[in-house]
């Protein structure tokens, strides 16, 4: 099956410098992948849609200029997290649909996440 | 209208038990309703998905049952091992829409 590949899976950065995060997908084309929060104990909380070859789409209270996503290849999303604090410290997990053969609809899936720590 | 209400928060079940999780939704376009299971420190993983069209599938110990009119869906797992201790989450969209909306997500336990 499909999959989406995430690196990396944990990183510790001090705090004011930058991370950033890669998502790739394997075996298909991604025009559109999904980055994602999760706190402890949380739901998913989206954070933007990134489309290969535009700008990222961003959910009401994100912060674009502190959360910067590339999408420049059909198979690469990187979320880079500028001037990271504490507070930024989460799960992030990319995603990607593509359409189930046979199924009509699209299947999501999902990266092994990236925990970030920023001390 | 975007939101998927999800409960119960959390579950302990034994070995060999019945484990449900509700959701309810209240968005009408919704036609794709997908449950994940997510490990400690993993993404999360399609475990089943349904569409509106039927009011059950069953694959393998996982139950999805589907109520249009309520607009509610449930998953059952048969049989619930440790194995099955995991985050569960609901989820909805529309076959075009490319964004899912999760429920708030089930923390089960399975005791041995």
């Known amino acids: 099956g499909a999959v989406v590949s995430q690196h990396p899976s944990w990183v510790i950065c001090k705090s004011g410098t930058s991370v950033k995060i890669e998502c790739r997908s394997l075996?298909?084309?991604?025009?559109?992948m999904f980055w994602y929060r999760q706190f402890p104990k949380q739901s998913l909380m989206l954070m933007a849609t990134?489309?290969?070859?535009?700008?990222?789409?961003?959910e009401q209270g994100v912060e674009k200029d502190k959360f910067l996503i590339n999408h420049a290849s059909l198979t690469l999303s990187t979320l880079t997290v500028t001037s990271a604090h504490p507070e930024d410290s989460s799960f992030y997990i990319c995603?990607?649909?593509?359409?189930?053969?046979?199924?009509?609809?699209?299947?999501?899936?999902f990266g092994q996440g990236t925990r970030l720590t920023v001390v | 209208q975007q939101q998927v209400k999800q409960s119960p928060q959390s579950l302990i079940v034994q070995k060999g038990g019945i484990s449900i999780i509700n959701c309810a939704y209240e968005?009408?376009?919704?036609?794709?309703f997908p449950w994940y299971q997510q490990f400690p420190g993993k993404g999360p993983a399609l475990l089943i998905a349904?569409?509106?069209?039927?009011s059950e599938k069953k694959e393998g110990r996982f139950t999805i049952s589907f109520n249009k009119s309520a607009k509610q869906f449930s998953l059952h797992i048969m049989d619930s091992q440790p194995g099955d201790s995991a985050t569960y989450f609901c989820?909805?969209?529309?076959?075009?829409?490319?964004?899912?909306?999760f429920g708030s997500g089930t923390q089960l336990t399975v005791l041995p």
């Open positions: 995603s990607a649909r593509i359409l189930a053969p046979g199924q009509g609809v699209l299947r999501a899936f």
């Open positions: 990134s489309n290969e070859g535009s700008k990222a789409t961003y």
């Open positions: 968005n009408t376009a919704f036609d794709y």
């Open positions: 075996d298909f084309q991604a025009t559109t």
């Open positions: 349904i569409r509106p069209d039927v």
């Open positions: 989820a909805a969209s529309t076959g075009s829409a490319r964004q899912l909306t």
